[in-house]
């Protein structure tokens, strides 16, 4: 089996002048399942998407970013196996000599908080393609979170990357679902109704029921929705902190 393309000429192989998918990763393009961008590509590409991966992009140029052109129907991004801080530091917040999911081993060949750069520069050079981010530094940091680098509460990572939808936890099923919408035409923003996917929502936007919930004018809503205490709670209380981890752990599908 050939491998994706990474470059315009592995496209014109392939008798492709546009992808449906970007995928941009953190780590080498290994075609391997213990890779998250190998699952999902691949998954894509058997349903007949026209996938590429741009691996470790040089982030400070947009030379990389565009090189297969823009995508159709949307930029997947991922930091990597492993959370990109992690990646790069010890326990005592001193450099990483090596990086295991780069070739030879070289490190900083991805910035800090991958995610959150690449997904930036995606939207700057995409402006109206929808950006979707996955994988474990989006998946763990898709609620307010401690940061263990800044020693401090930082807000969803999709505040900081603006990105259109964030899939979390094991991704197959909803990117199917996702790429089949957006196949069809559906908006990225009407895309809301799918296990396994957080978004950003302005309370304009919110039905009333919920609205009313959110702003306490109200009960627990009919369907059941959870409300967890706000980012500016958690920042400023260790015990509300401790609440909304504690509900986000309960309501998980373990």
């Known amino acids: 089996m050939a491998f994706l393309p990474v470059t315009r000429e592995d496209m014109m ?17 290994v075609d391997h399942p213990s890779f998250g961008h190998a699952i999902i590509t691949r998954l894509l590409e058997s349903e007949g998407y026209r996938v590429g991966i741009v691996a ?29 801080m992690v990646n ?5 917040k001193k450099p990483r000599s090596e990086d295991l999911y780069s070739p030879g081993g070289k490190s900083h ?26 994988g474990i530094e989006a998946s763990l940091r898709r609620f307010a979170h401690y940061d263990y680098w800044d020693d401090k509460v930082r807000r969803s990572i999709l505040v900081d990357s603006k990105a259109d939808l ?22 990225i923003n009407k895309i809301q109704n799918m296990r396994g996917t ?28 959870i409300l967890l205490p706000s980012f500016e709670d958690v920042n400023w209380s260790k015990r509300k902190y401790a609440e909304a981890f504690m509900t986000q752990y309960n309501e998980q599908d373990l």
Request: zero cysteines; hydrophobic letters at 40%.
């Open 109 to 134: 060949r991805r910035p800090d908080r991958a995610v959150i750069v690449y997904t930036n520069k995606a939207k700057q050079l995409f402006k109206d393609v929808p950006v979707i981010i996955g």
């Open 56 to 84: 470790q992009p040089d982030w400070r140029k947009d030379d990389d970013f565009v090189a297969l052109g823009k995508p159709r129907l949307a930029v997947l991004i991922s930091s990597g196996v492993i959370d990109s």
């Open 198 to 225: 957080a978004f950003l929502a302005r309370k304009e936007d919110m039905n009333g029921e919920l609205r009313k919930f959110i702003e306490g004018e109200e009960d627990k809503p009919k369907k059941g929705y």
């Open 88 to 92: 790069h530091y010890t326990a005592s």
């Open 166 to 187: 964030l899939i979390y936890g094991m991704g197959e099923k909803p990117i199917l679902e996702i790429a089949r919408y957006l196949s069809m035409g559906v908006p």
């Open 13 to 29: 192989k392939r008798g492709w002048d546009e992808l449906d998918f970007l995928y941009i990763s953190g780590d080498a393009y």
